[in-house]
């Protein structure tokens, strides 16, 4: 799972950067605005932990921006500022949790596990492009030149996930987590059989793009000339 941390405490920054990284998630930080926004605007995460009251731009300020372009990474806004009022503008703005400082850690966690565990927000997708191929997820059709293919479900989230996190090499526990849950028990096995389905559906309609292993990591969708 990778999290975008921004907090312009250094001190704060650093102890929840280490406590998130022996919680095994994979962390940027940064202490300003404008890198926030910058990275969050560029990179695909899975959570971001924002904090408020930030140098250059406000958390709120970069919370609207992200989602006036249809961002829908979570957000836990933190902040000191515990007035009824400053929530309400923090959730308004598009957090989706509001934390006040100072918090435990095991709040934190709880807090990014109850965030993770809420279903995607892939059918609010309709249309994923990469290299020459396009995915349909509302008639869950993968689509290359002339040529479509029908896919089931699992697949179109699966293939979604990975386009969305196209050329980033991404874990088996990530995608695990993102396409069947994050309390799933499904084995490695499983994700690794669709992945071989995928590989097999590209190669039929022509694309250019591959699943490539990354060993000892996971998966990564890129372009098969770039390998």
Request: with cysteine; net charge neutral; hydrophobic share 40%.
């Amino acid at each position: 799972m990778r999290i975008l941390l921004i907090e312009d405490d250094i001190d704060l920054c650093q102890t929840i950067y280490l406590q998130l990284l022996n919680q095994g998630y994979y962390v940027d930080r940064y202490h300003n605005g404008e890198d926030a926004l910058h990275y969050a605007l560029k990179s695909n995460y899975d959570l971001i932990i924002l904090d408020r009251m930030l140098p250059i731009i406000d958390g709120l300020s970069i919370t609207q921006v992200l989602r006036n372009k249809q961002i829908n990474t979570p957000i836990i806004m933190v902040t000191a500022m515990s007035e009824i009022h400053n929530r309400i503008e923090g959730l308004d703005a598009g957090a989706d949790d509001y934390l006040i400082k100072p918090f435990a850690m095991e709040e934190l966690f709880a807090r990014i596990r109850a965030l993770v565990r809420r279903p995607s927000k892939i059918e609010n997708i309709e249309i994923l492009t990469f290299s020459n191929i396009t995915l349909d997820t509302t008639n869950k059709l993968l689509v290359c030149n002339d040529k479509k293919l029908s896919l089931s479900k699992r697949e179109i989230e699966l293939l979604a996930f990975l386009i969305k996190n196209k050329n980033i090499p991404v874990s088996r526990e990530r995608i695990l987590a993102h396409v069947w849950g994050a309390d799933t028990t499904v084995e490695m096995g499983n994700l690794d059989n669709y992945i071989h389905f995928l590989r097999r559906r590209l190669r039929n309609v022509g694309s250019v793009a591959i699943i490539k292993t990354i060993y000892g990591v996971g998966y990564q969708l890129k372009e098969a000339e770039t390998c």
